[in-house]
């Protein structure tokens, strides 16, 4: 592919830091499913590695697998769904798995080599886990093998999008239920809750495991957690973006008014333009969606709008008002260029999603640099 994405190793050592000093080595697990957030897994790795991780966590156990083939020794944890299927790739991968039903509990539960798992409850999100309510009777049943219940967790539903927590902490108080009718049981697991957000701005949220995504990757889960840290520690410059992403122009042309430019003749030049084609469409994850909005990328530090829709490789920008542009000109499509940035949060509100989704689906065959 012609677009790169290249990853600042210093940025992410720094982010990594900055959670680890919060938390402590040990109860930092760094989350690097989807191709750690589109960041390469593979790239990802090498710049953690040094820092010795305790834990990394992961959705698949085909990642874990990857994990355990680039060398990783530490702790896997797949926070997926767990199926009795995938009871040999546990195995072999030991890794550690999220078990919510009752059918991977039983699976779990009758292997004769030991997996460890994290019983996960489901105290608000309706997506994973045992109702907490089924706590005390699950912690009976697991008793007898306190080797392999290696954590008891949760996921939180509504952090991330509200400055007010009264529902993660209604789910922080079944999840105490729930950690009371362990401990009941001489169980001694890792309480776990806590993802990015939580880490950043629930101090309840506390526990013995952070699980830490996007924000490894120096972005901030919404703009109501950046308001919310802003508002208790007055210091929000902790994370700093990993990832940028660029491409050249590959071609530069001048239009007539009245010339339509794209598929469905959505635009319609106005006057005399320039346009640049860029090799990025929807297939390399630039949105579709995103045509027809305000979206633009940088060019010699100046916002090039897009014009017309993006195609499935190639896009068109409106390079009117940078008479240097030609072709080989590097264009930014999410990063720094100049006194301008373009975050991955702006990209993906142009096509009405978020910086995760953006992110997560950057085409994985994109040539992942780190600088
Ligand atoms: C993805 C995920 C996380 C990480 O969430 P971030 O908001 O990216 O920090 C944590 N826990 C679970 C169970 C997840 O699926």
């Not at 959670?19 to 790795?45: I, P």
């Not at 509990?105 to 292997?111: C, D, K, Y």
């Not at 030991?114 to 309706?126: A, K, V």
């Not at 720094?336 to 689906?361: C, K, N």
Request: charged share 20%; hydrophobic share 45%.
């Amino acid at each position: 592919m012609l677009s790169e994405i290249t990853i600042k190793a210093e940025a992410l050592r720094r982010n990594y830091s900055f959670f680890e000093g919060r938390v402590g080595r040990e109860r930092l697990a760094a989350v690097v499913k989807s191709n750690a957030y589109g960041h390469g897994l593979q790239q990802v790795y090498e710049v953690l590695a040094p820092l010795n991780p305790a834990w990394l966590c992961v959705n698949y156990l085909a990642e874990a697998k990857e994990l355990r083939t680039l060398g990783f020794k530490g702790r896997i944890l797949v926070c997926g769904p767990f199926t009795p299927d995938q009871i040999p790739a546990a195995i072999q991968t030991e890794a550690d798995v999220f078990v919510g039903t009752p059918e991977a509990l039983t699976a779990v539960l009758a292997s004769p080599t030991p997996i460890r798992m994290h019983l996960e409850f489901d105290t608000g999100m309706s997506r994973q886990g045992f109702a907490p309510s089924r706590a005390a009777e699950i912690a009976k049943m697991v008793s007898p093998r306190p080797e392999i219940v290696a954590g008891v967790c949760t996921h939180f539903a509504n952090v991330e999008d509200v400055l007010e927590h009264n529902y993660a902490t209604q789910q922080l108080e079944k999840f105490e239920q729930v950690r009371m009718a362990f401990v009941a049981r001489g169980l001694k697991p890792l309480f776990h809750t806590a993802s990015s957000a939580s880490t950043l701005i629930l101090p309840e949220s506390v526990m013995d495991l952070h699980r830490v995504g996007v924000s490894l990757y120096g972005q901030w889960p919404s703009q109501a957690t950046r308001l919310s840290f802003l508002n208790e520690s007055g210091d929000v410059d902790g994370l700093e973006p990993v990832l940028s992403w660029h491409a050249p122009l590959t071609s530069v042309i001048d239009v007539d008014a009245g010339q339509y430019i794209g598929y469905g003749c959505t635009f319609r030049a106005s006057r005399k333009m320039r346009i640049a084609v860029i090799p990025v469409g929807y297939y390399e994850g630039f949105p579709r969606a995103a045509s027809g909005s305000s979206a633009y990328v940088l060019v010699h530090g100046a916002r090039c709008q897009v014009v017309g829709r993006v195609c499935m490789n190639m896009m068109m920008i409106d390079v009117t008002e940078v008479p240097a542009a030609k072709v080989g000109d590097i264009a930014v499509l999410i990063g720094r260029d100049g006194a301008e940035f373009l975050s991955a949060g702006e990209v993906a509100g142009w096509a009405d999603t978020i910086h995760y989704e953006l992110l997560a689906r950057l085409n994985p065959d994109i040539q992942r640099k780190i600088v």
